[in-house]
C-alpha cells in the first residue's frame, strides 16, 4: 500500500513541474541555434536570459539543438516534420533556398519593412543578396545573418623558421607559388613533416577553383560552371600538392597534424582558433589564402535566423531575431573567439570586439580582409545542393586522390550533375 | 485445474445489468456515428492525389476500412450483448479500454504535456536540492523492508517516509508553481474537443470498468475469467507494441509509397520509389567501331617533338613513324581517342624500335610502355593518356595509336552505367536509375561477407581460451567485452587516429619495415598504407572497426554456449582416445551450433544495418566515400540531406525485406542442420 503511494508520489512529482513553463499568461518563443562548444552554448543562454529580463510579456527558451546521437539539422528537419519546431532557428546559408522552397520560413520582408529600427544594409552585402533573393522577383527577406566567417592559412611560424621562409603573406604579393615553394620548403624539414594541409569537404577545393577564375555554378546559378580551363589550371595546382606528397593525404583531418606541429599550413575558418589556441604549443598565425591566378579569393560562410512559418507569434518572432542579431549579442559570441560579427557596417563596437579576441596575439584582421572579396556560400534555387555537393565531392576525391586527370573531370563534371538542376528535371 | 477463487464484491453493482448493457448501447451508438464520420472524411480526403492509380485508391480505401473497425465492432458487441453472450461482453470491454488508453494518450496530449518533456529535466535540475528528500524516503521505506513485519517500528517507519515525501512533493509542486500548470489544464477546456476527450475516457471507463463485473450476467466461465486477466496484464505491452513500434512501421510503410518532404502532407505515388530504387537493366554493346585517334611524342623536357593527328584516309589510326629520338631519358606518348559524347572506350598504343640507337635500353625503373610492347586501356574521357617510356639517342621508333568506341549510352533514359564488364568486342553495360544505391547495396553486402568470418572464428578462439579457469580470467572477459559496449563514435575517433597515414598502424608498420630490412639486408619500402583513403582499403577498414567491436559480444555469446556444455561428454571423449582437437572437433562444435548459428543470424543482421562505423570513421570526407557508403547510410542522406522521406522509406523497407529473405534463408537451411547436429 505504502510502496503504490510512493510510486505515485515520485511520478506526480516528476510531472507536474512540467505543466508550469506551458502555463504562463506570457507568449514563449523557443529559439535554437547551433553552437560550436559548450562556452558558446553558456553565451547564447546567457543572451536569452538577458534578453527575456528585458521583455515583457514575452518568454524565451533557448535550445541548443542536437545531441550526441543526432546532429543540429537532423533533429531540426524532424522536428519540422513532426510540427514540434521552434519559432526561431538558425540554419546554415545553404539551406536557405530549400527551407524557403518548401515553405518551411517565413518571408520577414513586410515585418522588416514596417520596421524603422532595421536597416539591411548593417549586414554584409554577400550575405543580403542571398536573403533578399526570390526566383520570381518578388520582395523576400528570409532571415537575419547571424555572424560570418572566412578561410585562412593558419601556419607554424616555427617551421617556417626552421625552413629559412618569410612568414606568408601580405595580401596579394602571395601568390599560389609562393605558397607552393613554401610547402615544398616545409615538407623537406623531415619525413614526418606536410607544407600543407586542408579538410574535404566542397569549400576548400572550391577556393582553388574559385581562385582560378572559375565557379560552382554559371552566372545565373542554373547550371554547372565547371567545365572550363580554368577548372583544370585550379585543380593541376591543387592535384600535384597531393600527387607531389606536400600535403596531408585527401580525405584525412589536417587538423591534428596541424596542431601536433607537423604541418605547415592549415586552411580553415574562424571556428578552428579556439582549438589552436588551447592546444597548440608552437608559435603560429594567420593570413589570409594566396592569391590564385584570377586574384584573391575566399568564402564568406554564414548562417542566418529564420523564423518558423508556422509560429503562432510572428512580430514577436521577428522582434527576437532582430533582438539576437544586435551588435551587443554579436560582440559578446564574437569576444569568445569562434565567430565574426556580421554586422559589419552598423556597429564598430562588435567588430572591435572580434578584433581584440585572443588579444591581439592572432591576425584577426586576416579573417576581415577575406570577408570582404570572399564569395557567398549561397544557396542554390536551382537545384539540389546535396545531390550535386555528392557528385562533386566523389569526383573531386578521384582527382586529389590521383585517380582521374583535371581535364577528365572538367570534360565530364557537368554531365554528371545536370540531372541535379531543375532546367533539366 | 485452476483454483483460482471468484472475490464474491466483483459480483456487486448497484446498477441493474441491464441498465449497464443499455448504457453501454447507446456509448457504441455514439462510438458508431463517430466512426462512420472518420470514415467518411477518409474517403473524401485529397491526400490521395493520384485518384486513377488502383494502389493509391486501395491504400486510401483500407485506412478508411481501418477506421471504420470500430463501428463494426461496436454494433457486433452490442448485438451480442443483447442475447447476453459472453463474447459480446469481451469484445465491449477491449473497445472500451482501448478508447479509455487511447483517450487518456490524447487528453495527456491536449494538455500539451508531451512536449514539455525537456522541461522535466530542466525541472529536476532546478530543483535537484529537493530530490534529496525523495532519496531519504526511499532509504526509509528500504528500512522499514527491513523490519520485521509485527515490530511496532515498522508502521512508523513507513508513515515517516510517506510523510517526508509528500512533504518533498508539496515543496516541488510550490517551486514549481504547479497552480499555473493546474490553470493551464483548466483552460484547454475552452476547446470542445478537450471536453469531449474527457467524457469519452470518462464513459468509457465506467462502461469497461461495469461491464467486468457482469461476469455471472454474461455466463462467464473461470477460464474466460482468467483469459482477460491475462489479455489484461499483457495489454500495456500490446499497446505500447502497437503504439510505438508497429504504428510508425507501419506509417513508415506507407510514407514509402509516397513523395513526403518535411512540413507536407506526403503525397501518394503508388511504386514510383521502389520502381526508382529497384530499376536495373543489361545492355550489351558490341557495335564497336573505329575513331578518330591522335598521338603525341614529347621529349623528357616535356617538349613536343612529334604527333599525327588522324585525319583523312585512315581514321582509325595515328601513327609517328621513324622518328629518331634525339637524347636518352624517359620520353611520353600522349594518346587520345574520342569524339563528343562518346568519351569511352578501348584503344591500343604500340612503340616498335626501327633500329637501335647509342647503345642498350637501360630504363632505370620498369615502365609500362616498352619497345616492342602494346598496351591497351580504355580512355574515360576525351583528354586521353600519358604514358612513358625509355629511350637512347639514335633509337628510330614507330609508334602507332588505335582508338574504338561504344555508342555512347545503350542504357535508356533516366538510367546511368553502373558498371561494365568487357569480353572479347562485346561490353555488357549494367544501368541504374540509383546507381548509388547498388553501389552502397554492394559494400553492405561485402561488408557482412567480411565482418563474419572475421568477427565469429577469432571470436570463438577466444571464448575458447577465456573459458579456461586460469585466475584473473573475469577481467579478462571485461576487457574484451569493452569495445562492445563502448560509444561508436567514441571508437570511431580513436580508430580515425590509428588509421591517419601518420597515426600508430603506419608508425608500426615502418618500424617493423626498418627492423625487417636492417635483419635480413633487404630495401623493402615502407608501405605507408592510405587506410581512410585508398578507395580500395576504405571499406576494408570500416570492417576493421566493426570486427573489433563485435569479437568482444559474440565472445560473451560463445562462453555463454560453451559454459553448457557437459564436462562429462570431454571426460568421455578423453576416455575414448580423443586430443584436445578431436574434442573440439566432434564435442565442441557439435554442442555449439545453436549459438554459432545465433552468433552469425545477430552478425549478419547487424552487419546488414551497419551506419554508424562508416559514418563517423569517414566523417572527415564530406559526403562520405562511395566505397564507404552504405546502404543505412544511403537511406539517411535521401532522408535527412535530400529531404526525401518517402524515398527513404522506400530504401529502409527494401532493407528490411532484404535482411528478413536473409535470415529466414538461414533458418531454413542452418538452423534445422544445427539442431540435427
Known amino acids: 500500500m505504502f510502496k503504490r503511494l510512493f510510486v505515485v508520489v515520485l511520478l506526480a512529482a516528476l510531472i507536474l513541474p512540467v505543466l508550469p513553463t506551458s502555463a504562463q499568461d506570457e507568449i514563449t518563443l523557443r529559439w535554437r541555434t547551433r553552437p560550436d562548444n559548450q562556452a558558446e552554448i553558456d553565451v547564447y543562454q546567457a543572451a536569452s536570459d538577458e534578453i527575456d529580463a528585458a521583455w515583457d510579456g514575452v518568454t524565451l527558451q533557448y535550445e541548443p539543438g542536437g545531441s550526441e546521437t543526432a546532429g543540429y539539422q537532423d533533429t531540426l528537419i524532424t522536428e519540422i516534420t513532426a510540427g514540434t519546431a521552434p519559432d526561431v532557428f538558425w540554419i546554415p546559408g545553404t539551406d536557405v533556398a530549400r527551407f524557403a522552397k518548401l515553405g518551411l520560413i517565413l518571408n520577414l520582408a513586410d515585418l522588416a519593412a514596417a520596421d524603422a529600427d532595421f536597416d539591411v544594409n548593417a549586414f554584409y552585402p554577400q550575405q543580403i543578396e542571398q536573403l533578399t533573393y526570390s526566383p520570381d522577383g518578388s520582395t523576400v527577406l528570409w532571415g537575419i545573418p547571424r555572424d560570418a566567417s572566412a578561410f585562412v592559412i593558419f601556419y607554424n611560424k616555427d617551421l617556417f623558421d626552421a625552413a629559412g621562409l618569410d612568414y606568408p603573406g601580405m595580401g596579394a604579393s602571395w601568390t599560389w607559388d609562393d605558397f607552393r615553394a613554401d610547402a615544398e620548403a616545409i615538407t623537406a624539414l623531415g619525413e614526418e613533416t606536410k607544407g600543407f594541409g586542408m579538410n574535404a569537404w566542397w569549400a576548400n577545393w572550391g577556393y582553388f577553383v574559385n581562385a582560378a577564375g572559375s565557379s560552382f555554378f554559371n552566372e545565373d546559378r542554373t547550371a554547372c560552371g565547371l567545365g572550363n580551363e580554368a577548372t583544370v589550371e585550379a585543380l593541376t595546382f591543387a592535384q600535384a600538392l597531393y600527387t607531389d606528397g606536400l600535403a596531408v593525404p585527401w580525405g584525412e583531418d589536417s587538423e591534428p597534424g596541424f596542431v601536433a606541429g607537423n604541418v605547415g599550413m592549415f586552411v580553415n575558418g574562424r571556428w578552428g582558433t579556439p582549438n589552436l589556441i588551447a592546444n597548440a604549443t608552437f608559435n603560429w598565425d594567420a593570413a589570409e589564402l594566396p592569391a590564385g591566378p584570377a586574384g584573391q579569393s575566399n568564402w564568406l560562410f554564414w548562417g542566418a535566423y529564420v523564423v518558423n512559418a508556422n509560429t503562432e507569434h510572428p512580430q514577436e518572432a521577428w522582434e527576437l531575431v532582430k533582438k539576437l542579431t544586435s551588435a551587443d549579442i554579436q560582440g559578446k559570441v564574437a569576444a569568445l573567439g569562434a565567430n565574426i560579427p556580421s554586422r559589419a557596417y552598423s556597429d564598430q563596437a562588435a567588430i572591435d570586439a572580434f578584433l581584440a579576441t585572443f588579444d591581439g596575439k592572432v591576425n584577426n584582421q586576416a579573417w576581415l580582409n577575406g570577408l570582404n572579396y570572399g564569395v557567398a556560400e549561397a544557396p542554390l534555387w536551382a537545384g539540389d545542393w546535396s545531390e550535386i555537393d555528392r557528385v562533386y565531392g566523389e569526383e573531386i576525391n578521384k582527382v586529389l586522390k590521383g585517380e582521374e586527370t583535371p581535364q577528365e573531370f572538367a570534360d565530364t563534371i557537368c554531365d554528371k550533375v545536370s540531372g541535379y538542376f531543375e532546367a533539366a528535371q | ?677
Open chain 2, 1 to 677: 485445474m485452476s483454483d483460482v477463487t471468484l472475490h464474491p464484491r466483483s459480483q456487486e453493482w448497484p446498477a441493474s445489468p441491464s441498465s449497464i448493457v443499455t448504457a453501454a448501447m447507446i456509448w457504441h451508438a455514439v462510438l458508431v456515428v463517430l466512426s462512420i464520420l472518420v470514415a467518411i472524411s477518409i474517403f473524401q480526403m485529397d491526400r490521395f492525389p493520384n485518384k486513377n492509380d488502383d494502389l493509391g485508391n486501395a491504400v486510401q480505401g483500407f485506412v478508411g476500412l481501418v477506421a471504420l473497425l470500430p463501428a463494426v465492432i461496436a454494433v457486433w458487441s452490442s448485438i451480442l450483448m443483447l442475447r447476453r453472450h459472453s463474447l459480446g461482453r469481451m469484445l465491449a470491454l477491449a473497445l472500451n479500454y482501448v478508447m479509455f488508453v487511447l483517450g487518456i494518450f490524447y487528453l495527456l496530449h491536449l494538455w500539451g504535456l508531451f512536449v514539455g518533456f525537456d522541461d522535466i529535466a530542466n525541472a529536476l535540475h532546478e530543483n535537484r536540492t529537493w530530490l534529496i528528500g525523495f532519496a531519504f524516503a526511499y532509504l526509509a521505506f528500504r528500512l522499514a523492508g527491513r523490519i520485521p513485519e509485527k515490530s511496532p517500528w515498522r508502521n512508523p517507519i513507513e508513515m515517516i517516509a510517506v510523510g517526508l515525501s509528500m512533504l518533498t512533493l508539496i515543496v516541488l509542486l510550490w517551486t514549481g508553481d504547479a497552480v499555473k500548470g493546474l490553470e493551464h489544464i483548466f483552460k484547454t477546456y475552452s476547446e470542445p474537443r478537450t471536453i469531449f476527450t474527457t467524457l469519452a475516457i470518462c464513459i468509457s471507463a465506467f462502461i469497461a470498468y461495469s461491464l467486468l463485473k457482469l461476469g455471472r450476467y454474461f455466463g462467464e466461465t473461470p477460464e474466460q475469467r482468467i483469459a482477460w486477466q491475462g489479455w489484461l496484464m499483457l495489454s500495456p505491452n500490446i499497446l505500447g507494441f502497437a503504439i510505438f513500434f508497429a504504428g510508425p512501421l507501419l506509417l513508415s510503410f506507407y510514407i514509402s509509397f509516397t513523395k513526403s518532404v518535411p512540413g507536407h502532407t506526403p503525397d501518394f505515388v503508388g511504386l514510383s520509389n521502389y520502381r526508382n530504387i529497384l530499376s536495373i537493366e543489361f545492355k550489351i554493346q558490341s557495335d564497336l567501331r573505329d575513331v578518330n585517334t591522335s598521338v603525341v611524342l614529347r621529349d623528357p623536357n616535356g617538349e613536343e617533338l612529334a604527333s599525327n593527328d588522324d585525319t583523312e584516309g585512315n581514321p582509325a589510326l595515328s601513327r609517328i613513324e621513324e622518328f629518331t629520338l634525339p637524347a636518352t631519358g624517359l620520353y611520353a606518348v600522349h594518346a587520345q581517342a574520342g569524339e563528343t559524347g562518346r568519351t569511352t572506350g578501348p584503344y591500343s598504343l604500340a612503340i616498335a624500335q626501327v633500329s637501335a640507337g647509342a647503345g642498350e635500353v637501360a630504363p632505370p625503373e620498369k615502365l609500362p610502355l616498352e619497345y616492342g610492347k602494346t598496351v591497351t586501356g580504355e580512355l574515360k574521357s576525351q583528354a586521353g593518356a600519358d604514358w612513358q617510356f625509355y629511350g637512347t639517342t639514335g633509337d628510330v621508333v614507330t609508334i602507332t595509336m588505335r582508338g574504338k568506341v561504344y555508342p555512347s549510352s545503350v542504357l535508356d533514359s533516366g538510367y546511368n552505367e553502373l558498371d561494365h564488364f568487357t569480353v572479347g568486342s562485346k561490353r555488357l553495360v549494367i544501368g541504374a536509375r540509383e546507381t548509388l544505391f547498388w553501389q552502397s547495396l554492394r559494400n553492405t553486402l561485402l561488408f557482412c561477407l567480411l565482418l563474419v568470418p572475421l568477427s565469429i572464428i577469432p571470436a570463438l578462439a577466444l571464448a575458447i581460451l577465456l573459458n579456461s579457469k586460469i585466475p584473473g580470467m573475469h577481467f579478462f572477459r571485461a576487457v574484451y567485452f569493452l569495445p562492445s559496449v563502448a560509444a561508436v563514435v567514441g571508437t570511431a575517433m580513436i580508430w580515425r587516429q590509428l588509421y591517419d597515414s601518420r597515426g600508430f598502424i603506419n608508425f608500426g608498420l615502418a618500424e617493423i619495415t626498418q627492423f625487417i630490412n636492417s635483419i635480413l639486408g633487404t630495401s623493402i619500402a615502407d608501405p605507408e598504407i592510405r587506410w581512410l583513403t585508398n578507395p580500395s582499403l576504405i571499406l576494408f577498414s570500416v570492417v576493421l572497426l566493426a570486427t573489433w567491436q563485435a569479437i568482444g559480444f559474440n565472445t560473451v555469446l560463445f562462453l555463454a554456449g560453451l559454459q553448457g556444455v557437459p564436462r562429462e561428454l570431454y571426460e568421455a571423449a578423453y576416455v575414448d582416445g580423443a586430443n584436445r582437437w578431436k574434442q573440439f572437433l566432434n564435442v565442441t562444435l557439435p554442442l555449439l551450433a545453436p549459438t554459432t548459428f545465433f552468433v552469425i543470424v545477430t552478425t549478419i543482421i547487424t552487419g546488414l544495418q551497419v551506419f554508424a562505423e562508416p559514418y563517423a570513421l569517414l566523417s572527415e570526407t564530406d559526403p562520405i566515400p562511395i566505397e564507404g557508403t552504405t546502404s543505412v547510410y544511403y537511406l539517411y542522406r535521401k532522408s535527412f540531406k535530400s529531404f526525401e522521406f518517402g524515398y527513404g522509406s522506400s530504401v529502409a523497407w527494401i532493407i528490411f525485406a532484404m535482411i528478413f529473405a536473409i535470415t529466414l534463408i538461414q533458418f531454413r537451411f542452418t538452423r534445422a542442420k544445427a539442431y540435427e547436429d
